[in-house]
């Protein structure tokens, strides 16, 4: 009967419909295009590498706009500076304590390390010196006042916020709120703070020559 030939010719149809999908899904990927006189063979921009760089490279993948960690008095100052200007990255972390002084830490880096710092009306660091580290002060909100201790006597200032202290090792001073609001100061040290030695408020410093400044 001719079914058996419509049958066969169906089959011979599915066979065809199949070899041609195989074909598709087999059919060899076209050869890179030849590289261009004097230029690279995906420079038509037709390759996803030549858009996103060797994903296997990790040179394209580490930034270079970064930059260096400080080492200089300057660029410890700058430092302060641009972290006094991130309100959002330390004024949620204020927090005051009724019975000394709060202090959190908040940056380390090689040689360094930033300290938030909070006072409550009153409250006093005594008169110290930072051993054998140098650093940079600011104060962040509120205002300050700095004692300090020298060869010539006793020298008072204000600290506000915009102005940034400079000291070096061996620097005698104290701070205190003496205002009735609160303050929140942050201070730099290098190499960071391992010792603090207190000082009664008679005593007299060695001969030296004045070690804080001012930084703008």
Known sequence: ????????????????????????????????????????????????????????????????????????????????????ADRDRWEPLVQYDALTRWYARLETGPGYEVWLLSWLPGQSSGFHDHGTSSGVMTVVRGELVERSLTHTGEDSRDLRPGGRRVFSPGYLHEVVNASLEPAVSIHLYTPGLTEMNQYGGAVVPEQHPQTSAEAH
Do not use: C, Q
């Open 1 to 84: 009967m001719r079914m058996i030939r419509i049958r066969k010719r169906n089959r011979d149809r599915s066979k065809l419909a199949l070899h041609g999908l195989r074909a598709a899904t087999t059919r060899p990927v076209a050869p890179a295009p030849a590289a261009r006189p004097g230029g690279h063979p995906w420079a038509d921009g037709l390759s996803d590498v030549s858009i996103a760089g060797d994903p296997l490279a990790f040179p394209h993948l580490a930034r270079t706009d970064l930059p260096a960690h400080p080492t200089t008095v300057a660029e410890y100052a700058r430092l302060v500076r641009e972290i006094a």
